[in-house]
């Protein structure tokens, strides 16, 4: 695997793991946009009544999602035993109506209200709104029961898609920073924490 291409996974044994919300976002990093799912024509007191439910990916399995930093340009990308577990936990949490708006700003009325990991990619739900993703990715469909975010951001195409929250730890070889004479006891200490607590995504 190339030195710039990491993958990143939960570490359970931590505090703080998993994915603690979903953020919708103009840009979002999977590069897989969500649809805004409308009912079909109802007539009651003559007007549509709008479902108001997005859907789309939140993780999708082995995709390279770029990132960057202070040192300069790099990968990250989840395992399929990732990203089912990081579905898992993030429901077992109660994380459901944890939202937020461009990674910025805490969001009320948005809660997830579908979550299933692709199975087949031929006869997905997901298929039937034109959308392909590859087995193992984890679908979500998010009611938003918010005026401001349908109206001004939905509708408006201002948000395209899903990004989400979280803490993981990437595949750092411990042993050979064990081995580097040139780390001290209380720096390999320092950079472990680093990269269990703080492996936050952001992808704004």
Known sequence: ME?????????ETQEMNGIEAISI????????????????????????IEKRILMGAALVPDRKILRRNAEGEYYIFFSKDTVRRASELFLMNGNQSNSTLEHEVDVQGLTVVESWIIEDELNDKSRKYNMSLPVGTWMVSVKVNNDEIWNDYV????????????????????????????????????????????SILSSK
């Open 155 to 198: 509708k408006m195409g201002a948000v395209k898609g899903f990004s989400i929250e979280g803490f993981f730890t990437d595949n750092l070889d411990e042993k050979s920073l064990e081995s580097s004479p040139e780390y001290s006891s209380e720096e390999l200490a320092a950079l472990k924490m680093i990269e269990e607590l703080t």
């Open 25 to 48: 976002v103009e840009n979002p990093a999977i590069e897989e946009n969500f649809i805004a799912l409308k009912a079909d024509t109802v007539e009651l007191a003559s007007m549509d």
């Open 3 to 11: 030195d710039n291409i990491f993958e990143l996974f939960i570490d």
